[in-house]
Nanobody, 122 residues
Framework: QVRLVESGGGSVQAGGSLKVSCVASAYTYYMAWFRQAPGKEREGVAV???????IYADSVKGRFIISRDTAKNTVDLQMNSLKPEDTAMYYC???????????????????WGQGIQVTVSS
């Protein structure tokens, strides 16, 4: 089992930037970020495969960037131009089970962090 630990996040005003980071105990082919806002279902935010392919939720395209350091087993999510609707608990996820890279299926990810809060005020 891969252990994931998130860090970063915090609170900013709309238009600001934050970064969330995740360190994994082992390499996996895919690393991703999901988020869940109060009263909402968990949704995929971004996925980065080891071959460089990415998926971003439409709502964050052009604002968020996912990156990883394979040697350190870390993945970051740089969040720019933040909006109040970005407020959520952000979860790091990892898997080596291949999927289509068209969507971000939660069921494909077998390792999850505990989550880290991101709050964006208006």
């Amino acid at each position: 089992q891969v252990r994931l630990v998130e860090s970063g996040g915090g609170s900013v005003q709309a238009g600001g930037s934050l970064k969330v980071s995740c360190v994994a105990s082992a390499y996996t082919y895919y690393m991703a970020w999901f988020r869940q806002a109060p009263g909402k279902e968990r949704e995929g935010v971004a996925v980065l495969a080891s071959d460089g392919r990415t998926i971003y939720a439409d709502s964050v395209k052009g604002r968020f960037i996912i990156s990883r350091d394979t040697a350190k087993n870390t993945v970051d999510l740089q969040m720019n131009s933040l909006k109040p609707e970005d407020t959520a608990m952000y979860y790091c996820a990892a898997t080596s089970d291949h999927f289509s890279m068209v969507q971000m299926p939660q069921t494909a990810f077998h390792s999850w962090g505990q989550g880290i809060q991101v709050t964006v005020s208006s």
